[in-house]
């Protein structure tokens, strides 16, 4: 009987353990976007695939719309080994290195494939490792995967054919300086509006443009009020799966293994569903008398390149900024 005891003890015990052990590999991932939308197809993929490819290891259950928070209230629980894993711009990680809020620098990059080069180059990297260093969070793998946007064009109440366009017009800009400072150097007159104000402010000729990703353009519906859409690429955006890095390292290396292999396939996802929605989205506008336009961009390009220049000689750019986009224009071998 003593014996039959302690076995039941001995089992309960494990159940115990195994549920506890259990309960360590569901991860909660926050993002601020539907799960319908474009991006939250993506999340929601990356937790199917992560559970496949860890053998149900690992659990990753998503909270869109903001459920758990807005960013300040995310990254807060992201520290403290709340939320595991938070998907928005690597932006916000400038709070703890402030040359983060320089990955998406305007018209500093060729191509896609330019800025691809500069986020996996050592200057980047060392700005995640200060970040790590100083919140504990890092990316999880290859920066760029997840891809945002998937390009940024200016939706605008009149025709911008041209760079010499932008003199004068009317653009809606957030409340962020490099953003004021580098709208104010192409030529436009620059006023700050919230976001959700947009259509309004268009609508009423308090502005005239706006910049936007694509994706959001019709969901927004701009282009009822700005039927004119041209593409610039000002520059180029991933989502960042920011993840909590003592909870990356308390797996074993299987696991790990398979998460990565998780999120590698949910950025091929994310060129897939983002270009697609992003074609589809330009032919119904186009269809309902949006007017869609690609200008050359090297007049723009050419005027960030002096307006770097002088941010760099008055200290204004991190530390090998300049350095870091130049050495990342030649693929390496």
Known sequence: MKTKTLLSMATGLAMILGGAAHAETT???ATKMPVDSPEGQVFEKFAELTEEYTDGE????????????????????????????????FGYMKKWEPALGWLAGPYAFDDFAHWQRFMNSDTVKGWFDNAAAESGVRPL?????????PFRVTVSNVPVESAADYEGLKMRMHENKVAIDTWDNLGAEVITLPWTEVYQSISKGIVQAVNSPIALVESMRFNEVAPYITRMDEYWQSVGFMVNESALEALDEDTREGLLKAYAEAGELSQEIMFSVAD??????????????????????EKMA???ADMAESGELPEGFLEAVEAARTPTQ
């Open 27 to 29: 991860w909660k991932m």
């Open 141 to 149: 793998g290859d920066p760029t995967l997840v891809l945002r946007g």
């Open 58 to 89: 690992l659990k990753i259950t998503v909270y869109p719309n903001e459920q758990l928070g807005k960013e300040n209230a995310v990254l807060e629980q992201l520290q403290a080994n709340i939320v595991q894993i938070y998907a928005e711009g």
């Open 306 to 308: 002096t307006f770097y």
């Open 280 to 301: 589809e989205s330009i032919e119904r506008m186009v269809a309902d008398g949006a007017t869609y336009t690609e200008i050359d961009i090297s007049p723009l390009v």
